[in-house]
């Protein structure tokens, strides 16, 4: 369910139309929806309320601060894999002991950073790291809670490139060696030994795999306390999918996920963390833009819209489809027509779908990318010199714009020539 409908025959983020903010903010421009993202985080705090939690939000689906906060502000914790996410996280008001952090390659001035401002646990990826990490809290005098991510080899059956849990992917270590990791974790200084991690993967539309994982940590867990280790977290990650086709069959609900979590480790009196991003900021947000031209081509039409590749990559990265709506709700049985929707940019690459079914648009008509509040905004680029995209966030009847877009003289003024050209 999201908050974004026809009323009165015209396609609204809650209250507001979106023609409004076309016209006062220009197009492109990436939507939120207050009301969406409150409900969605609400919907996983509900999936796990059997057992003691903290849902953290995967900054990385969307880094905006002013959608930190409010998540922040209903009691979410945050998932960052880098410095700058931290930055962003603390920004929003997040208290550090509600931060965890992730990623392969934490360097230890972000180690550091995260350390001078509170941190509720790194999240371990390796051997290296975990030496790392070690020298430096010793360094600083301090003691760092972890936890270690392993590898369970399990197929999540998602796309290649957003798999994660796999022995051929570059997360974690591998299970089979956990106990042996552990050992030498508990004897490092500076570091205290609180939790295991896993995360299998991203877009999962199927609760098995996370089934499989999840016992695989049942028994990790059972194992590493016979070691004598004080387990007392389980990160189990993210991944979970949303419907980016409103005719394919529904994803699990989070009710369905907290379900198998209890199946499969609600035995073990350890506090569960979820990371949930895309399910919860997915369908929170649209991309609204405009058509520029219809072009007519060889056995096929174009519809050149404002947006490109640079503001919505994930149709050119992963091949994702996002349905693709007119502002302007077509009348009842309107003839539709195969348009190819491309984007301005001077790539093959910059499809956003092919032969899709839509009404007949005319140059200045409005379409809406639906499913667009996750890997938006936060994988756009000033491509081809295009000014990056600007977000809105709406509540009730009125918006605000939390990113602008920045002009000609702000992109230019970033760039430097030296005195001796």
């Not at 896993?198 to 994982?213: M, N, T, W």
């Amino acid at each position: 369910m999201d908050h974004f409908n026809y009323r009165d025959g015209s396609l609204h983020a809650e209250e507001v139309p979106l023609t409004r903010i076309a016209a006062e903010v220009g197009t492109p421009v990436y939507v939120y929806s207050t009301a969406t993202l409150t409900r969605h985080f609400g919907l996983f705090r509900q999936a796990l309320d059997w057992t003691d939690h903290l849902v953290c939000f995967a900054v990385k689906a969307n880094s905006n601060i002013a959608v930190l906060k409010l998540l922040g502000d209903l009691g979410a914790g945050m998932d960052v894999v880098s410095g700058g996410e931290y930055a962003r996280a603390r920004a929003a008001g997040v208290p550090g002991g509600r931060i965890v952090f992730s990623g392969v390659g934490k360097t230890r001035a972000e180690m550091r950073q995260a350390i001078e401002g509170g941190i509720r646990q790194f999240n371990i990826e390796s051997e290296p790291e975990m030496r790392a990490l070690s020298d430096l809290a010793v360094s600083m005098g301090v003691q760092v809670p972890v936890a270690i991510r392993v590898n369970p080899d399990v197929d999540a059956k998602t796309h290649e490139k957003i798999s994660t849990g796999k022995s051929e992917n570059k997360f974690g270590i591998p299970i089979a060696r956990a106990r042996e990791v552990y050992a030498e974790a508990a004897a490092l200084p500076g570091l205290k030994v609180v939790g295991i991690d896993v995360h299998i993967g991203s877009q999962l539309v199927d609760l098995e795999p996370f089934r499989h994982a999840y016992a695989k940590l049942g028994d990790l867990t059972r194992a590493l306390r016979a070691d004598g280790h004080q387990i007392s977290r389980l990160d189990l990650g993210g991944g979970l999918g949303i419907p980016y086709r409103r005719d394919n069959n529904a994803p699990p609900l989070p009710i369905e996920y907290g379900q198998v979590i209890r199946e499969t480790v609600g035995d073990l009196g350890c506090e569960i963390e979820i990371e949930p991003g895309r399910n919860i900021a997915g369908n929170a947000g649209v991309l609204l833009a405009q058509v520029v031209y219809l072009k007519e081509g060889e056995g096929r039409d174009f519809l050149i819209v404002d947006a490109a590749m640079n503001d919505l990559l994930r149709p050119s990265m992963y091949g994702a489809h996002h349905d693709i709506v007119p502002v302007t709700e077509p009348a009842p049985g309107a003839e539709v027509s195969p348009f190819d929707v491309v984007g301005p940019v001077c790539e093959s690459g910059d499809t956003f779908q092919k032969g899709t079914q839509l009404s007949r648009l005319a140059a200045g008509d409005l379409v809406a990318f639906r499913s667009a509040g996750a890997y938006g905004a936060v994988m756009a680029s000033e491509y081809n010199s295009r000014p990056l995209v600007p977000e809105v966030l709406v509540s009730g009847d009125h918006f605000a714009v939390i990113r602008a877009r920045p002009t000609y003289e702000e992109m230019l003024a970033r760039d430097t020539i030296p005195g001796w050209l």
